[in-house]
């Protein structure tokens, strides 16, 4: 796929989502860079900012099979994965899928499950696979984990392991729609309480599996010079050792952010990569691969404002 074409799909897709989802273009953004590189996103916000339908949409734009679990504290790992159950008019075992069994998985309130039942998500987003009883099952590349998670209430909740966020490859804060955004939500949605049925809106399909795999091989030829190998790399490795921060960005997170930026350059029609590219998405590839330190925490420093500070202080190549 040519980069004009990518470009383009980019743009129709913006503007498919936009007319379920009003004022969430860059949230879309970065789901659509993050789906080409591969990788998983974290959506954080508070109830009621559209991020169930923002993962929604964006699968039935890309004609991508959808799939909601709804984690909650009793939700048991053979929940998410599936089990072998017995067949008593066969005398044998069937394999009886579960919800992750997908392609675009809406992981609703990841954090209100024990670490027990999120630990079974780790396998299927680093690999792509699921394994039960000892037989391995794949899930295809076109499998992505769209997790969200409310940041204001805490009671009931179980706070994600760094392993697990560490899988994410963006942590995406989804804020309150600028005021015509939010006009514009209720002349859309204001006649209903429920939630809109996509069928309602006629979405295109922009592209399919097919045409994401012809996009991702061109993502994957996109030149990343020696000097923003170095820049990707210095900014990652000022994370560590910092007095604000009690664990820096891992060396994951570096070719995250190295795959990430050839996603976006490719959808802002170019085959190489700027330092730009880099700048645009360290906050949302580190901000939650870095831990702060509790002095740093007390005093209301966030993880978000040290990327940024790292960002000011590395220096960019020219």
Known sequence: MDLAAIRDLGARLREQVGRVVVGQGKAVDLLLTALLAEGHVLLEGVPGTAKTLLARSFAACLSLHFGRIQFTPDLMPGDVVGTNLFDFRTNQFTLTKGPIFTEVLLADEINRTPPKTQSA???????????????????????????????????????????????????????????????????????????????????????????????????????????????????????????????????????????????????RGRDFVIPDDVKALAVPTLRHRVVLAPGAEIEGTTAEAVVRQVLEQVPAPR
């Open 121 to 267: 998500l780790l396998q299927a987003m680093q690999e792509r696979t699921v394994t039960i009883d000892g037989v391995t099952h794949v899930l295809g590349d076109g499998f992505m984990v769209v997790a969200t998670q409310n940041p204001i209430e805490q009671e009931g909740t179980y706070p994600l392991p760094e392993a697990q966020l560490d899988r994410f490859l963006f942590k995406v804060v989804v804020d309150y729609p600028e005021r015509d955004a939010e006009r514009e939500m209720v002349k859309v949605h204001g006649h209903r309480t429920s939630m809109p049925i996509l069928a309602d809106f006629a979405l295109e399909a922009v592209t399919d599996l097919a045409g994401l795999r012809a996009a991702r091989a061109t993502v994957a030829a996109v030149r990343l010079s020696d000097e923003l190998v170095d820049y990707v790399v210095d900014l990652v490795r000022a994370t560590r050792g910092r007095p604000t921060l009690l664990c820096g960005a891992s060396p994951r997170s570096a070719n995250m952010l190295a795959s990430a930026s050839r996603a976006l350059a490719v959808l």
